[in-house]
């Protein structure tokens, strides 16, 4: 059992981190090689992401470009970005040679754009320099832009034999192979093959026998989140990209498009919780402000826009301080209520399950706003009646809650999806956004139908 | 190209679902039958999720229970409830005989315990049968309960041929094949094989000669969240899992992978919005509201301390009404940071990047929350100066503001972290929770400082 590589068990320590930098600084650099080596390279990506500066471009120039370039795929962006800078264009194009095209590309896109021709052109390999070349020509957010080159096609008009001999040659750039896809004489995608089809298929049978002609496949040009959507329901593990000739571009497999998952969700919750931008918690602090800053800007001019509403009742102070003393718990409800009712919505509209008119939506959220609405109220006339004594107020405050909070779920519903329907991303409507003009809606509402049942 | 499928183009619409309703009343069952098979069990199941119930049992008991048991994993939960109370045990054991072991024993939990064991009973495949009562057992969120039987292994003692050969039959109940695994004569995982390596190995070859014995495993009680970390982490797309003695159990595939980390995401971020429960915008209105309410319904008690805190400082109304005028403002900005700084805390300690002490993350905090709160405070403070012209006031309430956004920050720094040293789970630290205890003591603070600066 020895032998075995216990991936799960890897755990970053400091004693580990303390060791590798040891090691790098007495320069047994053949030790150093002997110790990295035994780590996966994400794992060593783990490692560099908590080394000084020095000591990680020490390991870079030290291991092979065969396992540094896979580890520059897996480093934090930053981290990346510097140890680039700190690479020769020459170095950088060697790790390039080694990375297949989709990773290649992602990391190329990624260097300033002068640097970009220079590095490509020092690629030998003519064929994956032409092949990065195309991918990078795709927009951000399409297949093309995920997609790798690397893949394995057979002619429909092979023998199963013929096919396995080319497979082997092919299979040797391609490091998982998922279907291999069947096209005709023309290049076009005609269907699929798996591996357990043509390991049990009869090695003279032809290939246009024996192959699937159902096939899932996306345009190049297709957004990558509905890429991931299909991926998901067809629960596919690598789906082939084609041209509008259908022709043969290229492959999409699921661990890009687990990544896509992610980002998509990690940036819904930012939204919602008012960051802009992608931000870590270990970013620096001038990068979290830049984040942060903004939406909390957003909060201070709603604030602003309450307390300019309360200074027009101002004369309702000497006989109604209470009324008042509430503006907290109206806001927060109102907001509350905003940012359940969008989420509910963006929510929906990500995976599909929003159904029906607009209409219909805001008459659902009006009945679930009012039930809600009319419970709390309960429970606050019951407080305010007791604690004022004053059966008036307690009714005012109470009955201007449940329009408050009925108004606060019309509009969180009714912004997410009027964005939806202007194309404009939903998930902008959560957070600070929904939470700061539900509370001036709702103070002024609060207000206004206070002045009307107190008759002031 | 007119068979091509394709499937991404598929797009449910109001006459898709009129033609398939109008072919069930009319009780042409052949070509009912042959119009939905056309489609993937994947749409059929989105077909079903919006016809009637009647219809939707209807096309269940038309369709073979080859189809079915697919077209069930994908249905929505509440359908698939209702259309399972109305099968038989037997019909439903049927199903069950056609999936996986790992859907199979997804379904069966769902179903009221009296029936389990019944259906259970009923299936005639004893080992499909073992294999599903083994699955049952395993704990919700380990290993265990994600993974399938299904797998292809073989012993490091066979040759390729041999190995080719039981591989064929072994096969035949796969689906897909994603990786060999090699095990020992105690069966014991060593190793695996891709398809890759074994159709470019010699025949004769022997296995133990040509398995990779790296190879990545999780034990059967790991947490799923950690396999998909793993997962993520080494883009694998299935991994074995083992017991305690390194036997083989199952494998778990990326797809039911990529189901986790969606509804992980999904529960962090209706967690963030104040939702609990999993909740969809077309469930019920009571379902929603239960969802719903009890977040609210803490802001309420909340707003409630807001208020008899602000009772409290009653007696500055008189010559500082405008100190009242802010609270909004005040209660909005804590909310927020509190969020802002809990939900990158949150996403760091879900993707496993916060590193160093809480003492470092809270200085760290404290420092970007007062770097916020004075550039805000400093626009509070001319606003007010200029609009009451007091500038006392003014000084008091942006002094306030900085102190009070530091403590949000703080807050909302420290409670998640405490939550996840504690084994809680973190995510309930965000949203309602953290923007109500926020409020209060905001809204504490800022009396409190601005009555110390004002000297009243």
Redesign the interface.
């Given at each position: 059992?020895e032998?075995?590589?216990?991936?799960?068990q890897f755990q970053i320590s400091d004693e580990l981190i303390k060791k590798v930098e040891h090691l790098i600084d007495s320069r047994e650099d053949k030790t150093t090689l002997e110790f990295l080596n035994e780590f996966?390279y994400?794992d060593i990506a783990e490692i560099l992401d908590?080394l000084s500066f020095n000591h990680a471009i020490y390991v870079i120039k030290l291991l092979d470009s065969e396992t540094t370039s896979d580890i520059l795929t897996e480093l934090d962006e930053d981290l990346r970005e510097k140890i680039l800078k700190n690479l020769s264009d020459k170095e950088i194009a060697e790790e390039i040679e080694e990375l297949d095209t989709d990773d290649a590309a992602d990391i190329i896109a990624e260097l300033p754009e002068e640097r970009q021709e220079e590095i490509i052109e020092l690629i030998e390999d003519e064929e994956h320099k032409a092949e990065i070349t195309e991918l990078l020509a795709y927009d951000n957010n399409t297949a093309g832009s995920l997609m790798a080159k690397e893949l394995v096609k057979v002619n429909e008009n092979w023998t199963v034999t013929q096919c396995?001999r080319e497979?082997?040659a092919q299979?040797e750039n391609?490091t998982?192979?998922h279907s291999i896809y069947v096209i005709d004489a023309a290049g076009?995608?005609?269907?699929r093959l798996?591996?357990?089809d043509?390991?049990?298929a009869s090695p003279k049978a032809h290939i246009s026998t024996v192959y699937i002609?159902?096939?899932?496949?996306?345009?190049v040009n297709?957004g990558v989140e509905?890429v991931a959507k299909?991926m998901?329901?067809?629960?596919l593990?690598a789906i082939p990209v084609v041209d509008k000739n259908?022709t043969l571009l290229g492959r999409i497999t699921?661990?890009d498009?687990?990544?896509v998952?992610?980002e998509e969700?990690?940036k819904?919750?930012?939204l919602?919780?008012?960051?802009t931008q992608d931000?870590?918690?270990?970013d620096s602090?001038i990068e979290?402000?830049r984040a942060?800053?903004p939406?909390?800007?957003l909060?201070?001019i709603?604030?602003?826009g309450?307390?300019l509403i309360?200074?027009d009742f101002?004369h309702m102070?000497k006989d109604h301080?209470?009324l008042?003393?509430?503006?907290?718990?109206?806001?927060?409800?109102a907001?509350?209520?905003g940012?359940?009712s969008?989420?509910?919505?963006v929510?929906?509209l990500a995976?599909d399950?929003?159904?029906g008119s607009i209409n219909n939506?805001l008459i659902?959220e009006m009945?679930?706003a009012a039930?809600?609405g009319v419970?709390?109220a309960a429970?606050?006339f019951l407080?305010v009646w007791i604690y004022k004594n004053d059966v008036y107020t307690a009714l005012a405050i109470s009955i201007s809650l449940v329009v408050v909070i009925i108004v606060a779920g019309l509009i969180g519903t009714f912004v997410p999806l009027f964005l939806d329907k202007r194309g404009i991303d939903p998930a902008i409507a959560?957070?600070?956004f929904i939470?700061?003009s539900n509370?001036i809606f709702g103070?002024l509402i609060y207000f206004w139908i206070a002045k009307m049942i107190l008759g002031i």
């Open positions: 059992m032998e075995l590589n216990e991936n799960i996966h994400a908590e396995v497979m082997r299979a391609v998982r192979v076009k995608l005609i269907g798996s591996l357990k043509l390991l049990m002609p159902k096939v899932d496949y996306v345009d297709e509905d299909v998901q329901k067809y629960d593990e259908q699921i661990d498009i687990v990544d998952i992610k969700a990690e819904d919750y930012q919602a919780a008012g960051i931000v870590e918690a270990d602090i979290l402000t942060r800053l939406w909390l800007f909060g201070l709603g604030g602003v309450a307390a309360m200074g101002e102070l301080a209470v008042f003393f509430f503006t907290p718990l109206i806001a927060a409800m907001g509350n209520v940012v359940q969008s989420a509910i919505i929510q929906g995976n399950d929003v159904k939506r659902k009945f679930l039930l809600n419970i709390l429970f606050l407080f959560t957070g600070p939470t700061t509370d103070i």
